[in-house]
């Protein structure tokens, strides 16, 4: 008996140590990852949960008082808001983009070239890439590239105001109204003639073929109003304000209109001398109005980085550098689709909507899903885009929770409890959609 038990004995024995030296170096090989892992993830995970139930120094503890604070904070649910907008908006627009896009490359000769082209910010870092839709979404015409199309293209469309800085001289018969426009203090009857001065202008900003404004009100016949509309300045100093001096020019292209009763009568265009004339009034009283039309600063473009726009224009930003990633993916999905089930489709009549409406998308579902789900988890976790390009004064309007919980720990508000009550809502929000992603992968591999 004893020799047939040990026989089993001695054959299991090396399995048995064979196996326990693969564990073994296994262990050895997965350790470091482990401990890095352990001291990367795990430990900031747990500190930053414990740290969340103390306040902001640290030193008593407050239970869940911080994440109240963070539903009663409005600056924290601002940023609750603009999360949920990049969450609803950006992966949507960027799967359907990319969708597109990788649907017709498939029919373009250089298709990757076209790919190679889209999938090139990538590899910009998000702070260049920030740097660089800052100075695009500058205000000033002269240096954000956007509002320059957007003067251009409005520039031609739409007649700009000859003097946007002229403003009337003071005490001298005119008087601004609400809507920019000028009046005349006193009636002016047919027959008379009326001097109307302006001032904050430069001499280079007077058109070359201006006149001199001397005398450029001639005398007016009994049915008519006639008028000179000057710059109320006489180079190197001198002259009388309120009256027209040798030196002064005339204004041309001036807009003028005579009104009665709330309504106009005329309306004229400032000659080269700054005259204008209304002819053919009935005889009476009439107001010289110069509409608000003359005076309107120039256009300036679109206040991109402002309080209502701040946060669309950084979706923007986000969307030329993740276009290319959706693109690339969904297209080596595309590419894997059984062609026989297109080209069937074809065969039996169906055009290229319903093709891609009703075989292309629910084949590519999983694909999508992938896409969706990866870009969901990184814009919940944007940072760079936001922080850079929002300008001091609206960055709290633009904030996400990453960008709040950094001001509120480091930024300024030394409040490191409340931050870490925010990482661990971010934490909660982005784990489901990882083990989502995760069991996806999981599936696809069976």
């Not at 694909?367 to 001091?392: C, E, R």
């Amino acid at each position: 008996m004893a020799v047939t038990s040990s026989a089993p004995a001695a054959a299991v024995s090396p399995r048995r140590r064979a196996q326990r030296r693969k564990r073994a170096v296994a262990a050895v090989f997965t350790l470091p990852a482990l401990l890095l892992l352990g001291a990367l993830v795990v430990y900031p995970v747990l500190f930053s949960i414990g740290r969340s139930l103390f306040d902001a120094g640290g030193e008593r503890f407050v239970g869940l008082a911080n994440y109240t604070e963070m539903f009663r904070d409005p600056a924290t649910l601002t940023a609750i808001r603009n999360s949920t907008i990049w969450v609803v908006v950006a992966p949507v627009l960027l799967t359907g983009v990319g969708l597109v896009l990788a649907v017709l490359t498939e029919k373009v000769r250089w298709a990757t070239a076209f790919k190679l082209v889209l999938f090139l910010p990538m590899a910009v870092s998000f702070l260049a890439a920030g740097i660089v839709f800052r100075l695009a979404y500058e205000e000033q015409p002269d240096r954000g590239v956007l509002n320059a199309v957007a003067v251009g293209v409005h520039d031609v469309f739409t007649e700009q105001s000859p003097y946007p800085d002229a403003r009337a001289r003071e005490g001298h018969g005119l008087t601004a109204a609400g809507d920019g426009s000028y009046r005349t203090d006193d009636a002016v009857r047919t027959g008379e003639t009326v001097s109307l001065g302006f001032v904050g202008l430069t001499p280079d900003a007077v058109p070359a073929d201006a006149g001199p404004a001397r005398d450029a009100a001639a005398t007016a016949a009994d049915d008519e109003v006639r008028g000179v509309v000057y710059l109320d300045f006489t180079p190197g100093g001198g002259g009388t304000p309120g009256t027209v001096d040798p030196d002064e020019k005339g204004l041309p292209g001036m807009a003028v209109e005579a009104v009665r009763d709330g309504e106009v009568i005329a309306s004229a265009l400032t000659a080269a001398d700054g005259s204008f004339a209304f002819t053919g009034l009935q005889a009476g009283s009439y107001a010289v109005q110069l509409p608000g039309k003359n005076f309107a600063p120039p256009y300036q473009g679109v206040s991109w980085l402002g309080p209502a726009l701040v946060t669309p224009a950084i979706i923007g930003a986000y969307l030329w550098i993740w276009t290319g990633f959706a693109m690339v993916l969904i297209g080596a999905g595309l590419s894997a689709l059984p062609r026989d089930a297109l080209e069937a489709a074809r065969m039996d009549g169906a055009n290229e909507w319903q093709i891609f409406r009703k075989i292309t998308v629910p084949l590519l579902a999983p694909v999508l899903t992938v896409v969706f789900v990866t870009l969901v988890i990184n814009v919940m976790k944007v940072f760079d885009l936001v922080y850079i390009i929002a300008p001091g004064p609206v960055q709290e309007e633009a904030s996400v929770l990453a960008t709040r919980m950094w001001l509120v720990s480091f930024g300024g508000g030394n409040d490191q409890g409340l931050g870490s009550a925010l990482s661990v809502l971010l934490l909660l929000l982005v784990v489901p959609a990882m083990i989502f992603n995760i069991r996806r992968f999981r599936g696809s591999r069976k």
